[in-house]
């Protein structure tokens, strides 16, 4: 069964960081491309970055280009989220979510439950 | 304002068929592939419809996904009161470099 549990969420200040980490199971995790796709309250799914299975290609959506950096441990089946210089527009539930593809978005098949980071003073 | 448009709303009573429409460019629908999400209240989405018309496995026949141009549709027969949901759909945008998601619809069963 897969699963997939974020964790790192929590309150942060405007212009602070936070890292945030999922947990894969119950797949090879390699094989797959990883995603961080967030949702603020009451709104809409707001896809955030990918990260090609290897490692070795990543992408962002503009509103977190040069802020967040998406990274993978394949040796610990775990997926990252460093945010930095966080804006209270950046408060939101983040889902992990796994691709159906290796390299690029091919739809996301599984999703976790989601970490709740939000951005106040 | 999302890259690939929705309508907000859509609405039917048990039994209808409803469809919800997805628009976008030539970047993105135009030149990829269209996936379908159902957000049930307070849960994660769940993948309905990939690859613009294919259905993962345990997705009743209900749901049918089709694709036009720089349009998608997703199609929902013999409307059940367990349909009510937000609906999105989603696409690769070539030019963006990005995953696009449309704004979602919320689908009310009267």
């Known amino acids: 069964e897969v699963q997939l549990v974020e964790s790192g969420g929590g309150v942060v200040q405007p212009g602070g960081s936070l890292r945030l980490s999922c947990a894969a199971s119950g797949f090879t995790f390699d094989d797959y491309a990883m995603h961080w796709v967030r949702q603020a309250p009451g709104k809409g799914l707001e896809w955030v970055s990918l990260i090609s299975g290897d490692g070795g290609s990543t992408y962002y959506a503009d509103s977190v280009k040069g802020r967040f950096t998406i990274s993978r441990d394949n040796s610990k089946n775990s997926l990252y989220l460093q945010m930095n210089s966080l804006r209270t527009e950046d408060t939101a539930l983040y889902y992990c979510?796994?691709?159906?593809?290796?390299?690029?978005?091919?739809?996301?098949?599984?999703w976790g439950q989601g970490t709740l980071v939000t951005v106040s003073s | 304002q999302s890259v690939l448009t929705q309508p907000p709303s859509a609405s039917g009573t048990p039994g209808q068929r409803v469809t919800i429409s997805c628009s976008g460019s030539s970047s993105n629908i135009g030149s990829n592939y269209v996936y379908w999400y159902q957000q049930l209240p307070g849960t994660a989405p769940k993948l309905l419809i990939y690859?613009?018309?294919q259905r993962p496995s345990g997705v009743p026949d209900r749901f049918s996904g089709s694709k036009s141009g720089t349009s998608a549709s997703l199609a929902i027969s013999g409307l059940r009161s367990e349909d009510e949901a937000d609906y999105y759909c989603?696409?690769?945008?070539?030019?963006?470099?990005?995953?696009?998601f449309g704004g979602g619809t919320k689908l009310t069963v009267l």
């Open positions: 989603a696409a690769w945008d070539d030019s963006l470099s990005a995953c696009v």
């Open positions: 690859r613009n018309n």
């Open positions: 979510a796994k691709d159906r593809g290796w390299l690029q978005f091919d739809g996301v098949d599984y």
